[in-house]
């Protein structure tokens, strides 16, 4: 159940860290993740020239994906400025693109720091699921996830401070222990003019 948390400790990293701690956040310390390991991974993709890799997400149903809401927003863009990937190991290689028929952020979303930085993408049609693509089981909602439980990050976000990740631009994977909110929180204000008083680490933030 825990390789459910793929997805949700990236945003989280991402929406814990506004600012300069931005830079912090990727599969830093990872390793390429084996073939059909993820089968819920997923690329999303923005109109740039070409499909350009945008962020990551994962497939819940089969005609929807879970993604940050600051990947699809604030700003105001149509469905068809996104498409999804799926199944893909290496970005761009074998790009079967699927269009989105509705994005649906989090109501009370409007900035990364504050929180709710969660969306759904509805796809134009349901996907076959297979041995490669399988929607990723959701835990219920009382699940906790106690400081020191190991979970996995996976996608293909920075592999160290400011450095990209480079070609062939393989899914990379890495295992990071939870850690309690307000630990996290005291870290982050580290080397940050932000008072000590305003939260960076907010109560739907999952960090590790």
Known sequence: MLHLLALALLLSLVSAAPGQALQRAGIVGGQEAPGSRWPWQVSLRVSHQYWRHHCGGSLIHPQWVLTAAHCVGP??????????????????????????????????????????D????????????????????????????????QCWVTGWGNVDNGRRLPPPFPLKQVKVPVVENSVCDRKYHSGLSTGDNVPIVQEDNLCA
């Not at 700003?75 to 893909?88: A, D, N």
């Not at 349901?126 to 835990?139: A, D």
């Open 118 to 149: 969660i969306a759904l993408l509805e796809l134009d049609e349901l996907v076959n699921i297979s041995w490669h693509v399988q929607p990723v089981t959701l835990p219920p909602e009382s699940e906790t996830f106690p400081p020191g439980t």
């Open 75 to 116: 700003e105001v863009h149509g469905p068809s400025y996104f498409r999804v990937q799926l199944r893909e190991q290496h970005l761009y290689y074998q790009d079967q693109l699927l269009p989105i028929s509705r994005i649906i952020p989090h109501p009370n979303y409007y900035s990364v720091k504050n929180g709710a």
